[in-house]
């Protein structure tokens, strides 16, 4: 059984990280605002940077399985692929403290982060070649290959996520449907 004190010292400490900034957030403060002691941090997770990169790959798993649910769901390809990127800007837009932690420490964590990310990509090609190679039989995608595609979308909802976290202006879901129909039908 999962122990509700890790999910709370997560929580917390992805609320601080985005807060303070994961180099001035303080393990005390991630204790207290968790209601546990720094030891019960300690028992969990080797580090507080063992925390962070925690913290990004449980959510990058979580976006993995909306994305997943979106592909194999049994809407027109183009209608799974506004869906999914829809579901994804919405999870990013209401795990706020989430997007701002990736931005603001990506820079630092990149080696570990972008091999976790990378690795999702690669466990997860075969479906998403599946997907794209039925939009391909319609016209789309064709210029790229699949691992190519999915990179070019993915940095399209980073950049969107990465101005819409700075600013905290419109809705991230309704910028990012809108950027990926542009992709999608070209630039008219």
Same mark, same amino acid.
């Given at each position: 059984?999962?122990?509700?004190?890790?999910?709370?010292?997560?929580?917390?400490?992805?609320?601080?990280?985005?807060?303070?900034?994961?180099?001035?957030?303080?393990?005390?403060?991630?204790?207290?605002?968790?209601?546990?002691?720094?030891?019960?941090?300690?028992?969990?997770?080797?580090?507080?940077?063992?925390? $962070?990169?925690?913290?990004?790959?449980?959510?990058?798993?979580?976006? %993995? *399985?909306? =994305? @997943?649910?979106?592909?194999?769901? !049994?809407?027109?390809?183009?209608?799974?692929?506004?869906?999914?990127?829809?579901?994804?800007?919405?999870?990013?837009?209401?795990?706020?403290?989430?997007?701002?932690?990736?931005?603001?420490?990506?820079?630092?964590?990149?080696?570990?982060?972008?091999?976790?990310?990378?690795?999702?990509?690669?466990?997860?090609?075969?479906?998403?070649?599946?997907?794209?190679?039925? $939009?391909?039989?319609?016209?789309?995608?064709?210029?790229?290959?699949? %691992? *190519?595609? =999915? @990179?070019?979308?993915?940095?399209? !909802?980073?950049?969107?996520?990465?101005?819409?976290?700075?600013?905290?202006?419109?809705?991230?879901?309704?910028?990012?449907?809108?950027?990926?129909?542009?992709?999608?039908?070209?630039?008219?």
């Amino acid at each position: 059984m999962d122990d509700p004190r890790r999910a709370r010292i997560l929580t917390a400490a992805q609320d601080v990280f985005a807060r303070e900034g994961f180099r001035t957030a303080e393990v005390k403060t991630i204790a207290e605002q968790a209601a546990v002691g720094k030891a019960t941090i300690y028992k969990f997770f080797s580090s507080k940077e063992a925390l $962070l990169l925690t913290i990004v790959e449980e959510n990058l798993n979580d976006i %993995r *399985d909306i =994305i @997943l649910s979106a592909l194999m769901s !049994v809407e027109p390809p183009l209608e799974r692929l506004e869906n999914l990127c829809r579901n994804v800007a919405r999870y990013l837009e209401q795990n706020q403290a989430f997007s701002r932690v990736l931005i603001q420490e990506a820079g630092d964590f990149m080696g570990d982060i972008q091999r976790n990310y990378l690795a999702l990509i690669e466990q997860n090609l075969p479906v998403a070649d599946a997907f794209f190679n039925e $939009l391909r039989k319609d016209g789309y995608f064709v210029a790229l290959p699949t %691992r *190519d595609t =999915i @990179l070019l979308m993915v940095n399209l !909802v980073i950049g969107t996520t990465y101005t819409w976290a700075l600013t905290g202006e419109g809705s991230l879901e309704a910028q990012a449907a809108d950027y990926m129909k542009v992709l999608i039908r070209g630039l008219r």
